[in-house]
């Protein structure tokens, strides 16, 4: 079990190294700056975009499904493949003070997707999607809830929101090895519309939160319409009704399937908050099935720390609280000073033991996730 586990979470690092590492490579740009919205309403917008992969191809489409607003979207098509990183994006944006990124997002079967931006000087900053199938997702992000990805530098340490100059967009379908595994392999041609995106001066509600008098640095209490998160081992990721007692109406819904990948869950960043102080991890479970998952922690080096959590399968929210004492390194990983440093974590990953859990009739088992955070000392 624990070598599953450190690997998984090996694979995520790599894998979200890469992004930044494929794009270093990428083809040099006209000098031209464009402004850092797109409704696509211009057919000649489409060659604004680029992908990494030659044979993708990016088109103006005006069938109306496939539009989110207006009369035109971009249509990517392409086909996710061994050794073909599926990146597409717009460089040479005209920087201006914002604090929002806003796009319509559609996938044609649900992908791990991961919005990055870019300052002139490399430094990128990230945010995970769980996009569903065939349906139009309203992305609101707040740009003080991306996080430096662990392959860049960055020299004052946060996101210059008025520098942005590249904004690209990533299925993470299809990567090689055990995180191809872990994130998924599709087959054939996929899709992916793109509509009204723009870098905006308006704030939008963020995923974070505090609150039990600022005890609670709640790190996603899951009630936007959007999943900021991965999916991993084919789960299924929804919305379903949130814990009771809490403030907010929604939380995470995780359907997982016996046969797929042994690790399902999900991967939330938490490298934007702030955790001198913190005390404990905290978050609201209730599983259909008896079973164990795996909580892990992940430092920007790649140190993992991790604890083993109980599913009861009775059907009912529980409340879990892990002291930070609780979590364990992982033997595989290394780290310069053999603790937890919550000041340098980077993900939380939440991950049911396919292997260690019950399923119904049909080899599916659902569990909720709700108010994931951190308590701090009293
Ligand atoms: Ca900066
Ligand atoms: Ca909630
Ligand atoms: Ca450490």
Redesign the pocket.
């Known amino acids: 079990m624990r070598s599953s586990v450190r690997c998984l979470v090996l694979c995520g690092l790599w894998c979200v190294g890469s992004v930044g590492a494929q794009e270093e490579t990428a083809p040099p740009t006209p000098q031209v700056l464009v402004p850092p919205s797109f409704d696509f309403e211009d057919p000649t917008t489409a060659s604004l975009w680029y992908a990494l992969d030659e044979e993708a191809t990016l088109e103006i489409t005006r069938e109306r499904a496939n539009v989110a607003q207006g009369k035109c979207a971009l249509e990517i098509t392409y086909t996710p493949r061994d050794g073909v990183f599926n990146l597409f994006g717009a460089r040479n944006l005209a920087p201006r003070p914002c604090r929002s990124l806003r796009l319509a997002l559609k996938t044609q079967e649900q992908t791990p997707v991961v919005i990055s931006v870019r ?1 002139p000087d490399g ?1 990128s900053y990230h945010a995970f999607i769980a996009a569903p199938a065939d349906q139009w997702q309203r992305v609101e992000i707040d740009l003080a809830e991306m996080m430096l990805t662990e392959d860049t530098q ?3 340490g ?3 929101t008025g520098q942005i100059t590249e904004l690209t967009i990533a299925d993470l379908s299809n990567l090689p090895g055990e995180v191809g595994n872990a994130f998924g392999h599709k087959t054939g041609p996929q899709k992916m519309w793109l509509d009204a995106i723009e870098l905006s001066p308006e704030t939008v509600p963020g995923r974070s939160s505090r609150s039990l008098g600022g005890r609670l640095i709640r790190l996603d209490g899951f009630e936007t319409p959007v999943n900021f998160c991965l999916p991993l081992g084919g789960v299924a990721v929804s919305h379903g009704p949130g814990a009771p007692g809490v403030a907010g109406r929604k939380a995470l819904r995780l359907d997982y399937r016996l046969g797929q990948h042994r690790w399902a869950g999900v991967v939330c960043g938490a490298g934007h908050l702030n955790l001198v102080d913190t005390a404990a991890v905290t978050c609201h479970l209730r599983s259909t099935h008896q079973g164990a998952a795996a909580m892990v922690l992940e430092e920007r080096d790649g140190s993992k720390y991790r604890h083993m959590v109980t599913l009861d399968g009775r059907n009912e929210w529980r409340t879990e609280e892990i002291p930070l004492g609780g979590f364990v390194r992982d033997p595989s990983t290394t780290d310069e000073n053999d603790q937890l440093d919550l000041e340098q974590l980077r993900v939380v990953v939440f991950v049911v033991d396919t292997f260690d859990a019950g399923v119904g009739v049909e080899g599916l088992g659902t569990l909720w996730l709700d108010e994931l955070g951190f308590l701090t000392k009293q």
């Open positions: 300052e430094s960055d020299e004052n946060g996101l210059d």
